[in-house]
């Protein structure tokens, strides 16, 4: 049975490519799963996604991942900076959790260098525009190859 990925991106995500393109490139969120879906198939593993833009829509999405999914890379958009329910949520599911960021937020507005759920993920990638994510994937199946072992 191949790993579950949850590719999970929150606000304003659905619109990269258009969206402030000199911070966060020129990239589709279309072309970033159509990217992720073909390494995770290189990698034994299958990958579903979904944005929402709206805090309890992805809070829903964490609580229905417990069901089915291995691991999310979790794009929380400005949530990951105020959002309580969403760290809660990831403690409470005990989901394996990697958090993405295009841009760099700990070289941006000092509103950006904090993240309420950095401390109940497995890991932070940041910085790397549409590759974070590439990274944040083989970071996330790494690590729960280590935890089966
Ligand atoms: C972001 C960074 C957040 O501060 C911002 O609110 C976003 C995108 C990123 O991917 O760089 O919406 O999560």
């Known amino acids: 049975m191949?790993?579950?990925?949850?590719?999970?991106?929150?606000?304003?995500?659905?619109?990269?490519?258009t969206r402030?393109?000199?911070?966060?490139?020129?990239?589709?969120?279309?072309?970033?799963?159509?990217?992720?879906?073909?390494?995770?198939?290189?990698?034994?593993?299958?990958?579903?996604?979904?944005?929402?833009?709206?805090?309890?829509?992805?809070?829903d999405m964490l609580h229905d991942a417990r069901n089915w999914a291995d691991?999310?890379?979790?794009n929380p958009g400005a949530y990951t900076h105020t959002s309580i329910a969403l760290r809660d949520a990831i403690a409470a599911t005990g989901l394996a959790?990697?958090?993405?960021h295009l841009s760099?937020?700990?070289?941006?507005?000092?509103?950006?260098?904090h993240s309420m759920i950095s401390p109940v993920c497995v890991g932070v990638v940041s910085g790397f525009g549409a590759i974070s994510y590439v990274a944040a994937l083989d970071g996330l199946l790494r690590h729960l190859d280590e935890v089966a072992a």
């Open 104 to 113: 760099n937020v700990a070289a941006r507005e000092s509103f950006r260098q």
């Open 71 to 74: 691991g999310v890379l979790f």
């Open 97 to 100: 959790v990697v958090e993405v």
């Open 20 to 59: 402030e393109p000199d911070v966060y490139g020129a990239t589709t969120l279309d072309d970033i799963v159509a990217q992720l879906r073909t390494i995770a198939i290189e990698r034994g593993a299958e990958l579903s996604d979904q944005q929402s833009n709206h805090e309890g829509g992805l809070v």
């Open 2 to 17: 191949p790993r579950q990925i949850l590719l999970l991106n929150g606000p304003n995500l659905n619109l990269l490519g």
